[in-house]
């Protein structure tokens, strides 16, 4: 939790009740929560841009075949380390294969990654954040102090003690990547669950006989869950931070597999050739900013509605 | 004071204790059998058998663990599986870069960091503010790893200006020392300096808020007293608790930027070590830095309680 960065300020007045109305509206007409989030999303201004970079880099990893101008693996003997050119707009490689092929096809290799990674993490810190709040006492202190000893090792540092131990491997980068996260999550879940399950709506639905599990599941965790959507974001900006770290250190990825990380280190071995190491960090740098921004304009946007539901 | 010391400390071993239980686990469970690194593909089984007590594989893993605890803890880190360097040399020899480079990487971090926090704080809203604002979201988007390769590309390679990488002892020669570390040091300090930029800029805003703040404005105290005497002491606590964090993300970066500047750190030993797969060296090198980041939580703890007498009773009660 102390990691999350308080930049919280208050928001416009002026903006925030033309919101309400249209917000009003949008009930009126019945509709639910997830379109009225996008419009949400849409209206903010890093939100927008935000929301641009990450479908791009979606339908980059999803459409690579039909996007990519040449196939990510053919070698080119004749065009090596040429500069970019009308033919090949970013260069090309060592191998003469195609830069901007391999970005695109990297976007998946990538995906996978913080997908797989958010994911895990998530499910795995969000049990035991729950397990820690609902059960007290020991459970919590045990759960929250191994949660205190994780988060106390650097992430990478965390990640490269997984990969020395089990090799250089997809899945591996995964699991240490989540590893490395999954007590954020626990933090984060522990606090909302703490503060929820003293509620009356909580204790009502008790009283009227519902299981632990039936209150965890369809009382507790929808009212926890739009906060550990957001810190998703914040987590899959790291998470893609760790793992072109991987990648590039060699110790991630392995070739001939495209990905950005590795791009950059072969671009270290050819110094004068600025094409191979800056466009694929150029495409590392468009995907953090990507989650950095959804993750900034999401947490403005819940933080307007609590401060609208306060208004009520 | 002392009772909050001791009470900090306190919390602090099992936490070092699990921490070192991690990193003997994590290690350890390497599927296979470890005689492989020892002793290669093509050893007899009796061999292996031979290796296997000899380093005491045969032995329960928590028995392991104990031996391997009592080891470090009283100094003896095994050797290199490697080069049969003593592990304990090893990073002894590291240390002093890695500690050089952090220093002048948070330097480097609140020099720019604090500075443009407050400019921004106090521009509220203006286009001062706003550019320090997009120059900071840009700079936390930007791979460490990627800024280092950028530093060369720009300082070294097309300016010509520094060397792209390598070492030179402080005590050799300290301006060759200062040319090879400015770059690596400027890679991880620009990329911690907009966290703080962020950090300073909330917490200064959040202090110029308060009544104080405007009781020292109505009794005629001119704005920069204001700002440097009753805004900055208080602003920059949270800072301080921030920059604590951040130097476990600084040693972190510096793994990877001490490998892109082949500067001779605990960070490059590791990396080194994790290809090699040569385990005393990784165990005990990840081992340091765990402990250089749970010290620094400890004393940045120490010091904000010295700062803020509000903590310390809050933890003693």
Redesign the interface.
Known sequence: MERRRSVSEAPETPRLETETVSSDKTAAAGRRARPRLARDLLRHRQGAVGTVLFLGLVSMAFLAPLLSPFDPQHVDVEKILSPPSTTHWLGTDELGRDIASRIIFGARVTLQVVAGAVALSLVAGAILGFIAAYLGRFWDALIMRVIDALLAIPPLVLALAIVAALGPNLFYTILAIALAKLGMFARLVRGEVLVLKSMEFVEAARAAGASGARIALKHIWPNAAGNVIVFSAVIASSALLIESALNFLGLGAQPPTPSWGVMIAMGMQHWTLWWMSIFPGVAIFLAILAFNLLGDALRDIMDRRLFDVGRL | MFLFISKRIGQTV??VL??SF??FF??????GDPTLTVLGEFATPEQREIARQQYGFDRPMFVQYLDWLTKTLSGDLGRSLHSNERVWAMLVDRLPVSLELSALALIIALGIGIPAGILAALRRGTTTDAVIGMFS??A????Y??LG??L??LFA?FFNLLP?SGYVAFTESPVENLKLMILPALTIGLHVAP?IV??T???V?QVLSLDYVRTAHAKGLPWSAIVRRHVLRNALI?VL?LVG?QL??M???A??TE??FSTPGLGSL??A???T?D?PV?QSG?FL??LL??FV?LVTDILYAYVDPRIRQHLIV
């Open positions: 099992p936490v699990l921490v991690f990193v994590v290690i350890n469970v390497i599927p979201a840009v936390l988007g930007v791979p790893f990627w390769v950028l060369i590309l390679i792209p966290l962020r950090q800029r909330a917490s805003l949270p608790t964090l476990g993300n040693l972190g970066g793994i990877v490998t892109i590791i990396v070590a994790v290809s797969r385990f990784v990840i830095v765990v980041v749970i939580n």
